[in-house]
Structure formats: C-alpha cells, structure tokens
C-alpha cells in the first residue's frame, strides 16, 4: 500500500452526511480509526502510515471523517459535537458496514471518542488503542477556550499564545473549517468519569509522547483500568507521536497477542 489517500464513501447518522474508507483485506479483522481534532483520516492515519502499515499486515482498515472535520459535514452548532454523540457516528459506520465488533483505534480526541464507544457501545469494542490521550481522558487537558478564539481570529498573526497558534497553524495545514472546529472544541472536551472508565474491560493499549504536555499521564490512566497497558513514544510532542515506529510496532504486537490468546 503507499501513502496516497484513498477513495471515500458516505453514509448518514444522526442527520449529518459522513466520508469514510474502508480499505485493507476486506477478510481481515476489522480496525476501525477515529482521528483527532482539527485532522482528517488521510492526516490522521494515511499520510502517518498507519493505513499502510495495518494494511500490509492483514487487516481490515476502516476510517472516519468525524463530523465538522474532512469530508463530513461541518455543523457550526456546538451541540452537535459531544463525544458520545460523535462515538454514536462511529457506531452506526460499524452497523453500515455490517460489522458487529472492531478493534478501535482513536488519537487524541479520537481517543476521547474511543474512549465513549467503549462504555456506551461495549459490545461493538474488541479491543482498544487510546493514543495522544493519557489520564487527560478523566482529568482534563487544560484551557482550550484560547484555541476556539485562536479558529476564530482573523488571521494566524492575531493569535499570540502558542497552543491557539499551533492549532490555527494546523487546521489552516489541514483546510478545516474554522468555525465548525471552533464549536467542536467547545462541547468535545466532556470528561470521561473515573468511575466509568474503571469499568471499560476489553484490552487497552494507551500511548502518550514522553514530550507530550497536552495528553496527561498514559500510565495514570492504565492504572485506573483493569486491562489496559500503557506505551511511552520516546521522544515525541503530541503532533509527532501519531506516525512514530515504536508506535506502530507496539499496536501490531498488541494485534497480535490478542489474536494468539
């Protein structure tokens, strides 16, 4: 497989039209990819390598554009963007496509995602990788009302404080809809409860950037969990953990021991 973006398809939930891939050995198990906030599938999983990567290795690779982001429609209501209701968009692809169960793949707010669809949607998890987002899930990730002013700004030169600079940067990189990521930012950040990811028990795989000041302690938030293993990325910021090799490498493992046990 290479790098090149592959062709969509849509379908529709919950009112809103949504793009999708489904690519890889359609015989293969089923991964499904949920990406992260102000990217895209292609960004997310196609130019990182990761669709080649799980590709070539036998699986079945699907991948939403969730609404506001790529090819899906971009709602500029707030209220369209909780991550329960964008987990129930990754729900419904699944019965789309006619699968039962996935592994579930999200990173950073993808993870966040992931991490909704594995308490309300259990069944439909066969196992789970929360990447760029450790015990942020629960605890938070900081102040992201600047990045919401920052999508908003006339231009990137009137944005001052880094984070709302590196996010206009990317989404401006990425030619996101700046208002519809705007109301994104402000209602996908809902907290994950302790007491409610204590309870997702299907094999977690979380991975975090050592020089990730955004995601929060991956081991923190293992420690909460009955089955779940965390991954440190040596080396890498939360833009340049998602494509990284240890990564990579740690996820087929992970594939792999669940399928040999």
Known sequence: MNLDAPPFSLFYHDGYQLAY????????????????????????????GWLRTLGDAGYRVIAIDNRGHGASDRPHDPEAYYPSLMAGDAAALLTHLGIDQAHIMGYSMGARISAFLAIEHPDRVRSLVLGGLGIGLCDGVGDWDPIADALLAPSLADVTLPPGRMFRAFAEQTQSARCALA????????????RDIAKVDMPTLI????KDDIAGSAQELADLMPNATALDIPNRDHMLAVGDKVFKRAVLDFYRQLTAG
């Open 207 to 210: 991975a975090v950037g050592t």
């Open 183 to 194: 109301a994104c930012i402000r209602t996908s950040r809902v907290l994950v409860e302790r």
């Open 21 to 48: 891939f489904d690519e890889g050995d359609p015989a293969g198990e089923p991964v499904l990819l949920i990406h992260g906030f102000a990217s895209t599938a292609c960004v997310n999983w196609v130019y990182p």
